[in-house]
């Protein structure tokens, strides 16, 4: 199907031409691509069945090939599994945006979150490519599998009693904070909650924001009943920490703002600490391994450093901020237009890249400006539409036709002028 449409837009586009340029019709050239998939990729590390001594890995896969000369990669796919091979414990996504914007990214390797593993369990993982040129999909991988730490002595060392000062009956524990300073930090939730302190100088630094007094928390919420999608976590910190920002560090996304936090100074339940509240979603916002599956896993922390231009929602395949912000929504049809075009055409090269990430440091300040004026939105939509329709265009291989109409269009009134 997809051959035939491409043999037609050919055609048009050759019909096209030698009505526009009459003399040129003898230099135009028809190339068809016939893409092949890329090669089925091999699970690298960890080790097939081996024994990790940790519970946060990093998997590993060979290097993308594919036998067409010059096809690349344009998306990852990575999926662990409990040991039957039913439960789904972690399904990643990685593309060509995400891979733009969080530098510590790559197509052939992941870090699983704390938290995402259970100790001393064995689970299998698999990976596939997909290509450019299709796009089409490799082979999955064959399966490989690890066995998890038994335990994880360093969570357990950090945990404490909580503050009796704190009058919260949901609370679950406190930790003690993987910084200088020590302090007991205070988890409470509705539901089964675990929590570690780690150092967040041991996730990726490109990107990472300073001043986490209290270190990062990996969460993990498990047990959730069936169709709860939705958890609120509450931590409590010592003294006055309004002014500060609630960080999470996503393997895929990189590092980023979280925006559901509240801060609250002094609340009734708990003088002389801010109590900051974090609303996660199972397969969503805040939920590190990337599927509805019960579990949510969780790596943040609070930090006094403002974000940075183009921080505030994190990378995750999304972007078009002005146009989104014009059309209403993301999966507006307009949009996926300006989606499949970015994916397609300015992702592939140097130059497209370079643009992307540019505009996805500019893009949200003027989706801020537009967003709450309707004025301005109808305006930036005027503007827009040029712009999807040269897309559209692009996308769909019509574009020499197009301006081959537009430019009769253009010429033979004039021309009839000239007789007249
Ligand atoms: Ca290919
Ligand atoms: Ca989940």
């Known amino acids: ?179 200088t300073n020590n302090e007991t930090i205070t988890f409470a939730c509705e539901e089964n909650i675990t929590v570690k302190s780690i150092n967040p100088d041991d996730l990726p630094d490109e990107g990472r924001p300073d001043n986490f007094i209290y270190g990062m928390f990996s969460i993990r919420i498990d047990g959730l009943a069936e169709g709860k999608t939705t958890v609120v976590v509450t931590f409590y910190v010592p003294g006055d920490c309004e002014d500060g920002y609630w960080y999470k560090h996503d393997a895929v996304k990189g590092w980023y703002e979280y925006a559901n936090s509240v801060f609250t100074y002094n609340t009734p ?55 989104t912000a014009a059309f209403g929504s993301y999966q507006e049809r307009h949009i996926c237009i300006l989606r499949q075009f970015r994916d397609n055409y300015l992702l592939t090269n140097t130059a497209g890249r370079s643009f992307v990430r540019w505009y996805y440091r500019k893009g949200p300040i003027g989706a801020k400006h537009i967003k709450s004026r309707p004025f301005l939105r109808a305006a930036a939509r005027i503007l827009l539409y040029p712009l999807i329709f040269f897309a559209f265009a692009v996308l769909k291989g019509i574009l020499l036709p197009v301006m081959a109409i537009a430019v009769s269009a253009g010429i033979l009134p004039c021309l009839r002028k000239k007789k007249k």
């Open 269 to 323: 339940e708990a003088p002389g600490y801010t109590r900051i509240d974090i609303t996660l979603l199972d397969g969503g916002d805040g939920d590190a391994d990337g599927t509805e599956n019960g579990v949510i896993v969780d790596p943040s922390g609070l930090s006094y450093s403002p974000p940075s231009d183009g921080d505030g929602g994190g990378g995750g395949g999304g972007g078009c901020f002005i146009a």
């Open 1 to 179: 199907m997809k051959k035939l449409f491409l043999l037609q837009t050919l055609v048009m586009m050759l019909m096209f031409s030698c009505r526009a340029f009459p003399d040129q019709s003898q230099h135009i050239e028809i190339s068809l691509h016939y893409d092949t998939p890329p090669d089925q990729p091999l699970c690298v590390e960890p080790s097939y069945d081996g024994t990790l001594d940790n519970l946060d890995p990093t998997l590993s896969a060979s290097p993308f090939s594919d036998s067409d000369q010059d096809d690349t990669q344009i998306l990852t796919e990575w999926q662990i599994f409990d040991e039957t091979g039913t439960e789904t414990i972690l399904h990643q996504t990685v593309n060509l945006v995400q891979l733009a914007l969080n530098p510590n990214l790559s197509f052939t390797g992941i870090h699983v979150s704390w938290g995402t593993l259970e100790p001393a369990a064995r689970y299998i993982w698999r990976v596939r490519y997909e290509d450019t040129y299709g796009p089409l999909w490799s082979e999955w991988s064959e399966y490989s599998s690890f066995v998890t730490a038994d335990s994880d002595e360093e969570h357990d060392a950090q945990q404490v009693a909580p503050p009796e000062d704190i009058i919260d009956p949901y609370v679950k524990g406190a930790v003690l904070s993987d910084s």
